[in-house]
Nanobody, 124 residues
Framework: QVQLVESGGGSVQAGGSLRLSCAAS????????MGWFRQAPGKEREGVAA????????SYAASVKGRFTIAQDNTKNALYLQMDSLKPEDTATYYC?????????????????WGQGTQVTVSS
């Protein structure tokens, strides 16, 4: 019954910005723990950022730290990823994740529920 729906992807020039959104529903126990992951064709899915309420603690992959910002609606059912200074290497399908089940927060296997993804393409 869990549904995660990403939106906000698109095609931008290098140096541009995008804001991704993830709407969550059907979580039996919404802890607010959510994450963003991405996967480029032919590559493994990798963690981008995660957030841990109520303190708002966050974790970022080194490749996006300082450029991306994860945030959450205070209802804990909406997740955002503000992406600034985008680079071509950021091109990927971006997924939001919920249902943390333990492990490293930036490891895909640590999460139980996934959205369908939204495509981000960054051109030079």
């Amino acid at each position: 019954q869990v549904q995660l729906v990403e939106s906000g992807g698109g095609s931008v020039q290098a140096g541009g910005s995008l804001r991704l959104s993830c709407a969550a529903s059907g979580l039996s126990s919404n802890t607010g723990r959510m994450g963003w992951f991405r996967q480029a064709p032919g590559k493994e899915r990798e963690g981008v950022a995660a957030i841990f309420p109520p303190a708002g603690g966050t974790s970022y992959a080194a490749s996006v730290k300082g450029r991306f910002t994860i945030a959450q609606d205070n209802t804990k059912n909406a997740l955002y990823l503000q992406m600034d200074s985008l680079k071509p290497e950021d091109t990927a399908t971006y997924y939001c994740a919920a249902g943390f089940r333990g492990g490293s927060v930036l490891f895909p296997g640590a999460w139980n529920s996934w959205g369908q993804g939204t495509q981000v393409t960054v051109s030079s």
